[in-house]
Structure formats: structure tokens, C-alpha cells
């Protein structure tokens, strides 16, 4: 079984740049998408970035277009969130997991890491 855990989170200026780590551990199953989403206070839970495992191609959310990018290392054993240009409204708990083929709605994720605070001040 797939576990995560998040890292890198922090308080940035609005502006500024984070580099956000998705570490795995286990066997990430096929077909898969390993996906970044974030939940703000009060809020719902979003997709914020996705890669498909098999090929790599990735997506991003329209609210991370330009300013965020998702990757993965040459292992594969964790998964990159950049994000630039941030702005208050990106202030939430940034939470990775993972899904059977390609999937944006956070219902259908599973292996939840236990997230990690990303605070954008103004």
C-alpha cells in the first residue's frame, strides 16, 4: 500500500516561490495519478495539479495556471509541486494522494498524506 508524506510548506510573501515534496513509499499501482489538491479554512477541498503515473503528463488547475508545476525525480519516489508568484489566496493545507487512472474530483483519491501548511502573506 502507497503512503505519502508532504513537505516543504511555510510562509512565503506573496510573490515568492515554495517548492513542495510529495514523498511515497510502497508500490504506486497502474494506472495511476498521483495529484496535489489543498483545502483552505472553511473551504472545500480542490485539485490543485495532477501527473498521470504511465506517461507523465501532468495538469493544472486553472487557479495554478503559469505559476505552479508538478514533477516527479528520475526514481519516481516523489512528486514536486512548484509554485510561484503565490498569493494570499493560495494559503491552504496542500495535501497529495493518489487515484486509479485519471481522476481530478478529490472522492475518488485515496493514500492521503497528512498535508502540509502552505501560508501566502500580503
Known amino acids: 500500500q502507497v503512503r505519502f508524506v508532504e513537505s516543504g510548506g511555510g510562509l512565503v510573501q506573496a510573490g515568492g516561490s515554495l517548492r513542495l515534496s510529495c514523498a511515497a513509499s510502497g508500490r504506486i499501482f497502474s494506472p495511476a495519478t498521483v495529484a496535489w489538491f489543498r483545502q483552505a479554512p472553511g473551504k472545500e477541498r480542490e485539485f490543485v495539479a495532477g501527473?498521470?503515473?504511465?506517461?507523465?503528463?501532468?495538469a493544472i488547475a486553472d487557479s495554478g495556471k503559469d505559476r505552479f508545476f508538478i514533477s516527479t525525480d528520475n526514481a519516481k519516489n516523489t512528486v514536486f509541486l512548484q509554485m510561484s508568484s503565490l498569493k494570499p489566496e493560495d494559503t491552504a493545507v496542500y495535501y497529495c494522494?493518489?487515484?486509479?487512472?485519471?481522476?481530478?474530483?478529490?472522492?475518488?483519491?485515496?493514500?492521503w498524506g497528512q498535508g502540509t501548511q502552505v501560508t501566502v502573506s500580503s
Open positions: 501527473i498521470f503515473w504511465n506517461s507523465g503528463n501532468t
Open positions: 494522494a493518489a487515484t486509479r487512472g485519471w481522476e481530478t474530483s478529490p472522492a475518488q483519491y485515496n493514500f
